[in-house]
């Protein structure tokens, strides 16, 4: 009982913070302008207080994206994320400063993967970053890195927003209103969204097998910021071996109470991976 009522406990709060009637001025009216800085190696150790993964990045969706959540420097990496499996993930990232400590400015040739959705813009290079300065960053409110979409414009005017409504039915009316490019590029992890109607982009892919961890979509800080880490459990394999029901809820309660700290602070996606069964790539333990 304790444990459920921690749980709808920090629901309810995140659920009260957001008190909302939609205008036309809420959110998504933000556009950011900015300077390139240029390309940079060491690319996700420059910047790392936030990080967005899309399919349709572009330079100005990630410094619109960053901009809007107060941080005054964006930068896009096209890197390679698992070396086994290669797995392209355009990846934007966010900070206030740059930290050129792990970095090397190099020549802008170096910078030259084509974004994917649009490959009239460059989107950095594999572990390499386009960097920018973004001049009108928006005061950060200090709050919270993240806000729920349908309390921004224009997506809170769409049904899918209305709370009166069945979940069948918003889904539903969501899907009526996306183009068939829309659909096709919301079915991979690093989901577009639709900047069309105000759906932002999401990437469903963050990990917590046994406890929240690396992946595209999870960001960690650096040291010794919050959220720079989080609780690493054995692997499941071997927590099993300990035939302990009640040591497996416990480790459960953890990992979804730092799951949900991380994604309250747009940290993380609100849904985590976890691999089932075993599995023999190292990589997951
Ligand atoms: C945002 O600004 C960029 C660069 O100034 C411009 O190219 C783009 O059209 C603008 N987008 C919107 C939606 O206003
Ligand atoms: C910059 O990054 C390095 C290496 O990660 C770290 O040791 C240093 O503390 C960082 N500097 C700042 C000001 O955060
Ligand atoms: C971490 O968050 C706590 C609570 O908001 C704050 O008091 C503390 O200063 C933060 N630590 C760092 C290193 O930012």
């Not at 190099?106 to 030259?112: E, G, N, R």
């Not at 349908?150 to 209103?177: F, G, K, N, W, Y």
């Not at 650096?222 to 029901?245: Q, R």
């Amino acid at each position: 009982m304790t444990r459920l009522s921690t749980v709808g406990g920090l629901l309810a709060q995140a659920a009260a913070t957001y008190a909302f009637t939609c205008q036309s001025s809420a959110g998504a009216t933000y556009n950011a302008t900015s300077t390139y800085l240029g390309c940079y190696t060491g690319g996700t150790s420059i910047l790392s207080a936030a990080k967005l993964s899309t399919i349709a990045m572009t330079p100005q969706l990630c410094t619109t994206w960053c901009g809007e959540r107060g941080f005054a420097y964006g930068g896009v990496v096209f890197g390679t994320f698992v070396a086994t499996t290669p797995q392209r993930q355009e990846q934007c990232f966010c900070d206030h400063q740059p930290n050129y400590s792990m970095s090397k400015k190099v020549a802008d040739t170096q910078c030259s993967d084509l974004c994917t959705t649009d490959p009239s813009q460059r989107c950095g290079g594999g572990y390499i970053m386009s960097l920018y300065q973004i001049t009108n960053a928006e005061a950060s409110t200090g709050a919270s890195l993240f806000t729920p979409a349908c309390l921004t414009s224009p997506l809170c005017s769409h049904q899918v927003c209305d709370t009166s409504l069945s979940t069948s039915a918003r889904i539903a009316s969501l899907i009526s209103e996306l183009t068939e490019e829309e659909k096709i590029l919301n079915l991979v992890d690093a989901a577009a969204g639709s900047s069309r109607i105000g759906l932002p982009p999401y990437e469903w892919w963050s990990e917590a097998t046994h406890g929240v961890g690396s992946a595209p979509g999870v960001q960690f800080t650096n040291m010794p910021n919050n959220f720079s880490y989080a609780t690493s459990f054995p692997a499941p394999i071997l927590s099993s071996a300990a035939f302990d029901d009640d040591l497996i809820f416990q480790i459960g309660e953890v990992v979804g109470r730092e799951g949900r700290a991380f994604g309250n602070n747009g940290f993380a996606g609100f849904d985590y991976w976890v691999r089932n069964a075993f599995s023999s790539n190292a990589a997951d333990y």
